[in-house]
């Protein structure tokens, strides 16, 4: 298998970009993955296609883990 230098996924052998929506959550105050990781992915997915189904959402407060502020 080919390898590709942007994230994409596979699917019968062909790149899909916007093959389902994503929804991706993160802390600012994440101590163990840094937020510049998904702002680094949210900009290189709406480069790479302008049609993405791509939602970043982002909780000042949190941390790493899931509280229950989060879906309240």
């Known amino acids: ?3 590709l230098s942007s994230p ?5 052998g ?3 970009l ?6 991706l959550m993160h802390g600012n105050n994440d101590s163990n ?3 510049k990781v998904e702002e680094d992915y949210v ?13 970043l959402t982002t ?6 883990q899931f ?3 989060l879906f309240n």
Request: aromatic residues 10%.
């Open 1 to 3: 298998m080919r390898k």
């Open 8 to 12: 994409v996924m596979i699917r019968w």
């Open 14 to 16: 062909r790149p899909v």
């Open 18 to 23: 916007n093959a389902f929506p994503q929804f």
């Open 33 to 35: 993955v840094s937020i």
């Open 43 to 55: 900009r290189t997915m709406h480069e790479l296609t302008k049609n993405i189904n791509l939602t």
């Open 59 to 64: 909780f000042p407060s949190d941390n790493h």
């Open 67 to 69: 509280t229950d502020a």
